[in-house]
T-cell receptor, first 112, second 111 residues
């Protein structure tokens, strides 16, 4: 069974631009979560989607948004990029509530 | 703010020894606990999960949970240099699938 697939793997953007990251979960997994990982803050929860509904949101500004499609694929968008948004963005999928999260390879975003 | 605490390390152990990684959490209502391994430049990889008090073994790995003490640990037996990585403790917080991660413990296994 294929794992969680994230695209693109690397992105370089400039301040003020916006970016969209994509995630395809493991087949059959309907829960998709997004995390930001930085050296200073570690892994921080962004949001979680299930059946196209956002169920949980972390403490990030409104510039960070996401959505999930009917096939469980998910996208996250960051608008008006700031230097501090440079990070590894990780998507994870889960079969059901409480079951383990399986992470994709991540998208490394660099904002210059 | 619900927290998960880990010693950042590095924890240095000789090859063949037992590595013991510890984690404490603040949310008494937490029910699900996970250990992830992360190699430098890679994404987290699930190692173990545990839901009930006691021990859970899988190969060279043993997860231990003590809810009364709000403590979860990971033991790695017969440590190998390939085990050198950062180990992340994660606790399910609140409803659904939100995980709170510790900062991770860096493990170095030397030959």
């Amino acid at each position: 069974k294929a794992g969680v697939t994230q695209t693109p793997r690397y992105l370089i953007k400039t301040r003020g631009q916006q970016v969209t990251l994509s995630c395809s979960p493991i087949s059959g997994h309907r829960s998709v979560s997004w995390y930001q990982q930085t050296p200073g803050q570690g892994l921080q929860f962004l949001f979680e989607y299930f059946s196209e509904t956002q169920r949980n949101k972390g403490n990030f500004p409104g510039r960070f948004s996401g959505r999930q499609f009917s096939n469980s694929r998910s996208e996250m968008n960051v608008s008006t990029l700031e230097l501090g948004d440079s990070a590894l963005y990780l998507c994870a999928s889960s079969l059901e509530d409480g079951s383990p999260l399986h992470f994709g390879n991540g998208t490394r975003l660099t904002v210059t | 703010q619900k927290e998960v605490e880990q010693n950042s390390g590095p924890l240095s152990v000789p090859e063949g020894a037992i590595a013991s990684l510890n984690c404490t959490y603040s949310d008494r209502g937490s029910q699900s606990f996970f250990w992830y391994r992360q190699y430098s430049g890679k994404s987290p990889e699930l190692i173990m999960f545990i839901y009930s008090n006691g021990d859970k073994e899988d190969g060279r790995f043993t997860a231990q949970l003590n809810k009364a003490s709000q403590y979860v640990s990971l033991l790695i037996r017969d440590s190998q240099p390939s085990d050198s990585a950062t180990y992340l403790c994660a606790v399910k917080s609140g409803g659904y699938n939100k995980l709170i991660f510790g900062a991770g413990t860096r493990l170095a296994v030397h030959p």
